[in-house]
């Protein structure tokens, strides 16, 4: 009992820590997000999976969410023939200035901070009979105020 107890203690420290690149569940298009962030088909499937590359289609988005981020969106598809086909996509998210405060000065500073989220997406599918193989990477980059980190993604 001992150690499930320490064990869910353990368990639980993951929810004190903040997390980066949340921007990442935000779905790049409206449509994609009315069906519960699941597209069949479509110019931009290919940010969750790689193997939907469809023919040749172009995607642009610019989404304005409630207080004040922005999020834009690119995406392109190329099928070079019948079987090899590639995608490049963007991700931007703008999330607006906020004050910075301390806990001397509560109230605020006077001085602004501003948080800024991209994404860059190439992908390559390759059709074989009925199986589609892809593979997507992802070059991901936050910046809060003064501070970056990236990392890249595969799928």
Sequence with gaps: ?????????????????????EFLLLKPSPE???????????????FNN??????????????LHFVDIKQGILGLNY??????????????????????????????????????DRMIFIGYCRKIDNLKIGLGVKNVKEEIADVSASTVLYD
Excluded: C, H
């Design 32 to 46: 994609i997000e009315a069906l519960g962030g699941y597209l069949e088909d479509g110019g931009l499937s290919f």
């Design 50 to 63: 790689p193997a939907k590359i469809e023919g040749r289609n172009l995607s642009l988005f610019y989404n």
């Design 1 to 21: 009992m001992r150690k499930f107890i320490i064990y869910l203690l353990i368990l639980n420290l993951n929810f004190l820590f903040a997390e980066s690149f």
């Design 79 to 116: 099928a070079f023939n019948s079987e090899n086909l590639v995608a490049f996509g963007m991700n931007y998210v703008d999330w607006g200035e906020e004050e910075i405060t301390t806990l001397s000065q509560p109230e605020g500073t006077g001085e602004n901070f501003s948080i800024k």
